[in-house]
Protein backbone atom coordinates (compact mmCIF):
# COMPACT_ATOMS: atom_id res chain seq x y z
CA UNK A 1 0.00 0.00 0.00
CA UNK A 2 1.29 3.47 -0.37
CA UNK A 3 3.41 5.19 2.18
CA UNK A 4 4.12 9.03 2.17
CA UNK A 5 7.66 9.94 4.42
CA UNK A 6 8.25 13.53 4.89
CA UNK A 7 11.23 15.39 5.93
CA UNK A 8 12.17 18.58 6.45
CA UNK A 9 13.11 21.67 8.77
CA UNK A 10 10.62 22.50 11.48
CA UNK A 11 12.18 25.52 13.21
CA UNK A 12 12.28 28.86 11.42
CA UNK A 13 13.25 32.64 11.12
CA UNK A 14 10.72 34.83 9.82
CA UNK A 15 11.32 35.34 6.24
CA UNK A 16 13.29 31.91 5.60
CA UNK A 17 12.08 29.66 3.12
CA UNK A 18 10.06 26.37 4.64
CA UNK A 19 11.48 23.13 2.71
CA UNK A 20 9.43 20.28 3.31
CA UNK A 21 10.29 16.97 0.79
CA UNK A 22 7.64 14.03 0.63
CA UNK A 23 8.77 10.50 -0.56
CA UNK A 24 6.43 8.22 -1.76
CA UNK A 25 6.70 4.00 -1.93
CA UNK A 26 4.65 1.54 -2.11
CA UNK A 27 2.59 1.98 -5.34
CA UNK A 28 2.18 3.94 -8.10
CA UNK A 29 3.43 7.22 -8.65
CA UNK A 30 2.11 8.15 -11.59
CA UNK A 31 -0.91 9.48 -12.38
CA UNK A 32 -1.96 11.27 -9.28
CA UNK A 33 -2.07 14.38 -7.99
CA UNK A 34 0.35 15.15 -4.87
CA UNK A 35 -0.80 17.68 -2.47
CA UNK A 36 0.36 19.75 0.05
CA UNK A 37 -1.99 20.66 3.44
CA UNK A 38 -1.26 22.63 6.46
CA UNK A 39 -3.51 22.80 9.64
CA UNK A 40 -2.47 25.84 11.90
CA UNK A 41 -2.97 25.39 15.92
CA UNK A 42 -6.49 25.23 16.21
CA UNK A 43 -7.52 26.31 12.70
CA UNK A 44 -9.17 23.80 9.84
CA UNK A 45 -6.90 22.38 7.94
CA UNK A 46 -5.80 24.38 4.93
CA UNK A 47 -4.95 23.22 0.90
CA UNK A 48 -1.91 24.43 -0.26
CA UNK A 49 -1.90 23.19 -3.83
CA UNK A 50 -0.96 19.65 -5.66
CA UNK A 51 1.31 18.61 -8.28
CA UNK A 52 1.00 16.26 -11.52
CA UNK A 53 3.80 13.85 -12.44
CA UNK A 54 4.25 15.69 -15.36
CA UNK A 55 4.57 19.02 -13.42
CA UNK A 56 1.39 20.79 -13.74
CA UNK A 57 0.33 22.61 -10.48
CA UNK A 58 -2.57 23.92 -8.41
CA UNK A 59 -2.00 26.73 -5.87
CA UNK A 60 -4.26 27.92 -3.36
CA UNK A 61 -4.51 31.46 -4.77
CA UNK A 62 -4.22 33.19 -0.46
CA UNK A 63 -0.35 30.93 -0.90
CA UNK A 64 0.30 31.52 -4.64
CA UNK A 65 3.01 33.98 -4.78
CA UNK A 66 5.55 32.41 -1.83
CA UNK A 67 4.73 28.43 -3.10
CA UNK A 68 6.52 26.28 -4.97
CA UNK A 69 5.71 22.54 -5.29
CA UNK A 70 8.04 20.57 -7.29
CA UNK A 71 8.19 16.89 -8.08
CA UNK A 72 10.69 14.21 -9.14
CA UNK A 73 9.50 10.98 -11.04
CA UNK A 74 12.65 9.78 -10.64
CA UNK A 75 12.55 9.55 -7.28
CA UNK A 76 8.74 9.21 -6.52
CA UNK A 77 8.99 12.57 -4.40
CA UNK A 78 7.29 15.71 -4.38
CA UNK A 79 8.65 18.83 -2.57
CA UNK A 80 7.16 21.96 -1.39
CA UNK A 81 9.02 25.42 -0.85
CA UNK A 82 7.12 28.41 1.22
CA UNK A 83 9.05 31.66 0.95
CA UNK A 84 8.85 34.39 2.98
CA UNK A 85 7.38 32.98 6.17
CA UNK A 86 5.85 34.59 9.09
CA UNK A 87 4.44 33.48 11.97
CA UNK A 88 1.03 32.63 10.23
CA UNK A 89 2.94 30.14 8.55
CA UNK A 90 3.31 27.80 12.09
CA UNK A 91 1.42 24.75 11.22
CA UNK A 92 1.60 20.67 11.05
CA UNK A 93 2.06 20.37 7.22
CA UNK A 94 0.69 17.00 5.52
CA UNK A 95 1.77 15.58 2.08
CA UNK A 96 -1.12 13.32 0.93
CA UNK A 97 -2.43 11.71 -2.25
CA UNK A 98 -4.73 13.66 -4.07
CA UNK A 99 -7.35 11.10 -5.34
CA UNK A 100 -10.15 12.36 -8.08
CA UNK A 101 -12.95 9.64 -7.41
CA UNK A 102 -16.44 11.34 -7.37
CA UNK A 103 -14.41 14.28 -6.29
CA UNK A 104 -11.45 15.39 -4.88
CA UNK A 105 -10.07 13.70 -1.57
CA UNK A 106 -6.56 12.90 0.28
CA UNK A 107 -5.72 9.68 1.37
CA UNK A 108 -3.58 8.51 2.02
CA UNK A 109 -1.52 11.56 4.07
CA UNK A 110 2.54 11.39 5.39
CA UNK A 111 2.85 11.92 9.15
CA UNK A 112 3.06 15.01 8.91
CA UNK A 113 5.70 17.94 10.18
CA UNK A 114 5.56 20.86 12.54
CA UNK A 115 6.65 23.99 11.36
CA UNK A 116 7.40 26.87 14.04
CA UNK A 117 8.40 29.76 12.87
CA UNK A 118 9.59 32.50 15.48
CA UNK A 119 12.41 35.06 15.73
CA UNK B 1 -13.48 30.36 -1.20
CA UNK B 2 -16.56 27.71 -0.14
CA UNK B 3 -16.64 27.60 3.86
CA UNK B 4 -17.92 24.81 5.23
CA UNK B 5 -18.97 25.05 8.88
CA UNK B 6 -19.32 21.61 11.16
CA UNK B 7 -21.62 21.58 14.08
CA UNK B 8 -21.73 20.81 16.56
CA UNK B 9 -18.18 22.06 16.79
CA UNK B 10 -17.96 19.03 20.53
CA UNK B 11 -19.73 16.57 21.65
CA UNK B 12 -19.53 13.82 24.21
CA UNK B 13 -21.27 10.32 24.11
CA UNK B 14 -21.05 7.22 25.50
CA UNK B 15 -20.16 3.97 24.15
CA UNK B 16 -22.57 2.30 21.95
CA UNK B 17 -24.55 5.41 21.55
CA UNK B 18 -25.57 6.61 17.83
CA UNK B 19 -24.03 10.47 16.90
CA UNK B 20 -24.94 12.90 13.70
CA UNK B 21 -22.04 15.37 13.07
CA UNK B 22 -23.44 17.75 10.21
CA UNK B 23 -21.46 19.93 7.75
CA UNK B 24 -23.09 22.77 6.14
CA UNK B 25 -21.58 24.34 2.79
CA UNK B 26 -21.67 28.38 2.13
CA UNK B 27 -22.71 27.41 -1.80
CA UNK B 28 -24.02 24.09 -3.23
CA UNK B 29 -21.31 21.56 -3.68
CA UNK B 30 -23.53 18.59 -5.20
CA UNK B 31 -21.74 15.59 -3.78
CA UNK B 32 -18.66 16.58 -3.47
CA UNK B 33 -18.01 16.23 0.41
CA UNK B 34 -15.84 13.87 2.36
CA UNK B 35 -15.25 13.23 5.74
CA UNK B 36 -12.01 12.59 7.35
CA UNK B 37 -11.55 11.13 11.11
CA UNK B 38 -8.19 12.46 13.04
CA UNK B 39 -6.37 11.98 16.17
CA UNK B 40 -4.54 13.76 18.28
CA UNK B 41 -0.96 13.93 16.73
CA UNK B 42 -1.65 11.86 13.57
CA UNK B 43 -2.93 12.72 10.29
CA UNK B 44 -6.52 12.53 9.41
CA UNK B 45 -8.06 9.22 7.70
CA UNK B 46 -10.52 9.53 5.12
CA UNK B 47 -13.70 8.08 5.91
CA UNK B 48 -16.31 8.96 3.37
CA UNK B 49 -16.10 10.04 0.10
CA UNK B 50 -18.70 11.53 -2.59
CA UNK B 51 -20.69 12.32 0.51
CA UNK B 52 -22.23 8.90 1.12
CA UNK B 53 -19.35 6.09 -0.48
CA UNK B 54 -17.62 4.29 2.41
CA UNK B 55 -13.42 3.85 1.95
CA UNK B 56 -12.22 0.40 1.81
CA UNK B 57 -11.41 -0.48 5.36
CA UNK B 58 -13.67 1.63 7.26
CA UNK B 59 -16.41 0.27 9.69
CA UNK B 60 -19.90 0.01 8.31
CA UNK B 61 -20.92 1.62 11.49
CA UNK B 62 -20.16 4.94 10.07
CA UNK B 63 -22.20 6.56 7.19
CA UNK B 64 -22.39 9.72 5.10
CA UNK B 65 -25.63 11.15 3.60
CA UNK B 66 -26.76 14.78 1.62
CA UNK B 67 -26.27 16.30 -1.26
CA UNK B 68 -26.60 20.37 -1.89
CA UNK B 69 -25.71 22.27 0.76
CA UNK B 70 -26.04 19.70 3.99
CA UNK B 71 -24.22 16.62 4.69
CA UNK B 72 -24.11 14.47 7.95
CA UNK B 73 -21.79 12.26 9.03
CA UNK B 74 -23.56 9.20 11.50
CA UNK B 75 -21.75 7.01 13.78
CA UNK B 76 -23.88 3.82 14.93
CA UNK B 77 -22.84 2.15 18.09
CA UNK B 78 -19.80 3.71 18.76
CA UNK B 79 -16.88 2.33 20.26
CA UNK B 80 -13.57 3.62 22.31
CA UNK B 81 -11.63 4.17 18.79
CA UNK B 82 -13.95 6.40 17.24
CA UNK B 83 -13.18 9.02 20.01
CA UNK B 84 -11.51 11.77 17.77
CA UNK B 85 -12.24 14.92 15.72
CA UNK B 86 -14.05 14.46 12.70
CA UNK B 87 -13.64 17.01 9.26
CA UNK B 88 -15.59 17.83 6.13
CA UNK B 89 -13.59 18.45 3.01
CA UNK B 90 -15.24 19.89 -0.19
CA UNK B 91 -13.63 19.61 -3.90
CA UNK B 92 -16.50 21.40 -5.81
CA UNK B 93 -14.23 24.73 -5.87
CA UNK B 94 -11.19 24.76 -7.36
CA UNK B 95 -9.81 25.89 -4.48
CA UNK B 96 -10.49 22.93 -1.42
CA UNK B 97 -11.38 23.55 1.82
CA UNK B 98 -12.14 21.99 5.12
CA UNK B 99 -14.49 22.35 8.21
CA UNK B 100 -13.49 23.28 11.32
CA UNK B 101 -13.80 19.82 12.93
CA UNK B 102 -16.09 18.23 15.22
CA UNK B 103 -14.69 16.48 18.75
CA UNK B 104 -16.06 13.59 19.77
CA UNK B 105 -15.31 12.88 23.51
CA UNK B 106 -16.01 9.58 25.73
CA UNK B 107 -18.95 10.77 28.16
Known amino acids: QVQLQQRGAGLLKPSETLSLSCSVSGGSFSHYYWSWVRQPPGKALEWIGD???????NYNPSLKSRVIISIDTSDNHFSLKLTSVTAADTAVYYC?????????????WGQGTLVSVSS | DIQLTQSPSSLSAFVGDRITITCRASQTIDTYLNWYQQKPGKAPQLLIFGASRLQSGVPSRFSGSGSGTDFTLTISNLQPEDFATYLCQQSYDAVITFGQGTRLDIK
Open chain 1, 96 to 108: ARHVAVGGIYFDP
Open chain 1, 51 to 57: ILQDGIT
